[in-house]
């Protein structure tokens, strides 16, 4: 019978399901990560997982425009056809 894992079992993972490299090959268009770390994900402890995770959320914050600035831009409208 598959009995659901506790969650202090599960293993952290930033991995989202699109698992393709950039155009350099050397990170993960999905979740960001490095081969090196991609690779060296299993055999890393908990503590490990979260400082590459935490940098992954600083990196995303930094290159995508703030929700206020966002927020503030005007709104184009599709012409209708």
């Not at 991995?15 to 081969?35: E, I, M, N, P, Q």
Request: with cysteine; glycine share 6%.
């Amino acid at each position: 019978m598959n009995r659901p894992i506790p969650m202090s079992k599960r293993v952290s993972t930033p991995c989202v399901g699109v698992c393709a490299l950039d155009a350099a090959g050397r990170h993960c268009v999905g979740c960001g990560r490095t081969l090196e770390e991609i690779g060296a994900w299993p055999s890393l402890d908990e503590t490990a997982r979260r400082a590459i995770m935490n940098r992954l959320a600083r990196q995303s914050r930094r290159e995508s425009p703030s929700r206020e600035s966002q927020s503030r831009a005007p709104r184009h409208r599709e012409s209708a056809r």
